[in-house]
């Protein structure tokens, strides 16, 4: 199979020039200021340091954009990730070194996809589950975080003896988490909660408070309630107002990248960590594919999708060698650099430079900034995340498409993604049979034919009339498992009080047939055969007739019992009935 392995960046600098780089350059300068509360905000979140989060930013998004099927997309860590994330890191049989693992699969997976070309497919993933999963992630996302946003607390003693307030520690699962917040109001936090808030009103007011101030207008919301934040707790604390806990209090931040360390790989534990995997890379695939497709319509480009998850593979391939998080395509770092100017993966490479500039030289700066204010910045990015009109169109559709989303969204809040992505794949499965079967239609024609309606027929005028002791049966659709069942049952339900010596089976509006299909018209054919009625096939279409050649099935059938028409296979059952 051939793979033509090439990634958008050889194209765009064929015709690269200065005036396409000072964008970039722009462009990629911003999207590095804008990822850096994003990436420690995801890093925190998922349950692991601030610097991995910056870390997989660096590495995965110098990656994506170097080897990537598009020209603007912005790879790193993203808030899809945050629940499978923490629930492997918080699990004593998995914990960091299994997360690592994990991510190194679901590259080799995403790897996997694009060299044998199913970027396309992972686009038929059904609408319901990408926007129930993605409204469960967003809630799940907004949970986590109201224990930094209350400033809840709990009590523990230490080694001394002394019984002290820390962090509040929460279950893994989303029911748990809120009994516990209940359990531990007592200790909210005004002050915490003041932060907090304030962070959320100017991430939501600053590009509007800004708008018309060329430099102010492109430092992010986010960045605002990181900086004014950190700031106003710095004062408090010099007002003697404490118990807001920052970075510095919770995490030892280092200006370095971390060493490079292959994760011990046991067989145990590719098995344990496989369907995680697979959740990571599909998750990873459907979400850089549709940052793709919206980065498509805003620069009137096509991406590559196969290079896409290709790249994406890498990433997760190398980036736990770094100890980092999986990483993805980011939708809203994405089009901050389309809005910015990016127009070619440069940008990409810039965004991931100045991210390790900020690691090496500002990080010492970065533990004063308050967990409140971080708790902020993920409560307005689940908000951003819910796509809850989304959710509530959906609402109004069919019930079987409700259904899936219901299911999917209340599995990945209650249990996790991975068990929804499954469930949600399995039932809207289940649902499209059920259509497909809904769709194909199987008749029978005891009496006459009208010409005028028919396709196959050779041209007259005069009605086919069928003979006594002949049945013709239409199946109109596909002839998979499902229909297969339903015919079987038509054929022995279906007497009309005479005796039926020839049966003609109508295959012209058949578009394929399966396994389940070809075995149950044998088994038709055998137990006919055995009472002494014939099987005549009118009208089979070349690719069912290929399949049912490739199985072996015309060995088992008079070749004279293959007409072309109808007509040839009424002629051929008045010859039947006459010996």
Known sequence: MELKLRPRLLDCLKEYNRETFMKDLMAGIIVGIVALPLAIAFGIASGVTPEKGIVTAIVAGFLISLLGGTKVQIGGPTGAFIVIIYGIVNNPQYGLHGLLIATMLAGVILVALGIFRLGAVIKFIPYPIIIGFTAGIAVTIFTTQMGDVLGLTQEAVTEAGEVVRVPLKTPGDFIGKWVCYAKNIGSFNLWNFIVAAVGILIIILSPRAFRSIPVLNKIPGSLWCIIVGTVGVLILKQYGITGIDTIGDRFHIRSQLPPMQVPTITFEMVQTLMPVAFTIAILGAIESLLSATV?????????????????????????????????????????????????????????????????????????????????????????????????????????????????????????????????????????????????????????????????????????????????????NGPYFF????????????????????????????????????????????QMNHEDGVHVILSGVTPKVHTQLEKAGFYSTINPDHICPHIDVALERARVILKN
């Open 482 to 525: 499902g229909i297969a069942n339903k015919f079987d049952d038509l054929m022995g339900t279906l007497d009309h009080g005479q005796k039926t010596k020839v049966q003609i089976i109508r295959m012209r509006r058949v578009p394929f047939i399966d396994s389940t299909g070809i075995h149950n018209l044998l088994n038709l054919i």
């Open 295 to 475: 980065a498509d319509g805003a620069i009137s480009d096509r991406h590559d999708s196969n290079m896409e998850l290709i790249a994406q593979g890498v990433a997760n391939m190398v980036t736990p060698i770094f100890g980092g998080i999986p990483a993805t395509g980011a939708i809203a770092r994405t089009m901050t650099n389309i809005n910015n100017g990016g127009r070619t993966p440069i940008a990409g490479l810039i965004h991931a430079v100045v991210l390790l500039l900020i690691l090496l030289l500002l990080m010492p700066y970065a533990k004063y900034i308050p967990m409140a204010s971080l708790a902020a910045v993920l409560v307005i990015v689940s908000y951003n995340m819910s796509g809850w009109r989304s959710f509530r169109g959906l609402l109004r559709n069919p019930k079987s498409d409700v259904t899936v989303l219901i299911v999917t969204f209340l599995l990945t809040v209650i249990f996790d993604l991975t068990i929804a992505i499954e469930m949600g794949l399995v039932i809207a499965c289940a649902l499209f049979i059920k259509r497909v079967m809904e769709t194909t239609e199987i008749s029978v024609i005891r009496d006459e034919i009208d010409p005028a309606e028919e396709a196959d027929m050779q041209l007259n005028d005069e009605h086919l009339i069928i003979p006594e002791g002949c049945a013709v049966y239409e199946i």
